[in-house]
């Protein structure tokens, strides 16, 4: 009776191994390795991003530093055709700036399309859907020779699927300094306010203004915990809160049994 059951077993392994090649080569071919899209932090915060040139939606050609230089900036690399992730991380921002004290800061977030194909059309179709936006949202294209220039200058990858049309990129909000530094990488498409505003005093602690000093605060507070890519309590201020406490209590304890014994003298 083994011996038949072992039989059947290696025929069912045999029958799997010539069934299962064309299956695997199918999933092979189809299936998207997500890790391609991971951004290397390591290799590129801190760098500079190039010059490159931005056409505006009124067809004005203008260098991407004339706004970087400015203020603080998040790029949002993007296309006007996404029917995916793209206009919900655009609507995700907008609305967490319009009801939020950020809609009070100095910033830009700056919508630039990597798909080649892209117009002004798209670019104010979309705008169109989208909007209204803020005083904060410009919205351009790159030139078709600058497109990887600047997508490899912040580590930003994409790959085109024939079978559904459409493109496959990270989900990212890229902060860069008025210096034109990439500061820190926000993923997903629902980011808080707090870490917005943290990240975004990162982007200017050379330039202290009247609106960051709050914010500054943030940053001896809080640490930025990569692996769920937004910011948590500082765990040195944990420990170091506990210390005060506990040794503010044995000096209270010492202070009051100090008293306590003097009255009884």
């Excluded at 029958?15 to 092979?28: K, W």
Aim: charged residues 25%.
């Amino acid at each position: 009776m083994r011996a038949y059951l072992l039989i059947l077993l290696l025929v069912a392994v045999a029958f799997s191994g010539v069934m299962g090649p064309s299956n695997s080569a199918f999933n092979d071919k189809d299936m998207f390795n997500p890790e391609l899209l991971k951004i290397d932090e390591k290799k590129h915060l801190g760098n500079f991003i190039p010059d490159v040139k931005v056409v505006l939606e009124n067809g004005e050609e203008k260098s991407i530093y004339t706004f970087i230089k400015e203020k603080p900036t998040i790029l949002l690399l993007s296309y006007y055709t996404c029917q995916g992730t793209c206009p919900v991380r655009v609507d995700s921002l907008n609305r967490l700036i319009k009801k939020s004290s950020l809609k009070n800061r100095e910033f830009y977030v700056l919508v630039l399309s990597f798909d080649k194909l892209d117009s002004l059309e798209t670019l104010k179709r979309f705008k169109k859907v989208h909007g209204p936006f803020t005083k904060h949202w410009i919205f351009g294209l790159i030139n078709k020779e600058d497109i990887e220039k600047l997508t490899n200058s912040v580590g930003f990858k994409f790959f085109f699927v024939e079978r559904d049309k459409t493109f496959v990129h990270p989900n990212v909000y890229i902060f860069i300094s008025p210096e034109g530094r990439i500061t820190r990488y926000l993923y997903g498409v629902k980011p808080s306010e707090r870490d917005i505003r943290i990240a975004l005093a990162e982007t200017e602690q050379d330039r202290i203004s009247l609106n960051s000093v709050v914010d500054l605060a943030y940053l001896v507070c809080f640490t930025y915990d990569p692996s769920r890519s937004r910011y948590v309590v500082n765990p040195t201020l944990i420990f170091g809160g506990i210390g005060f406490a506990v040794l503010g209590t044995v000096i209270l304890f010492t202070f009051i049994s100090n008293k306590l014994a003097k009255r009884e003298v």
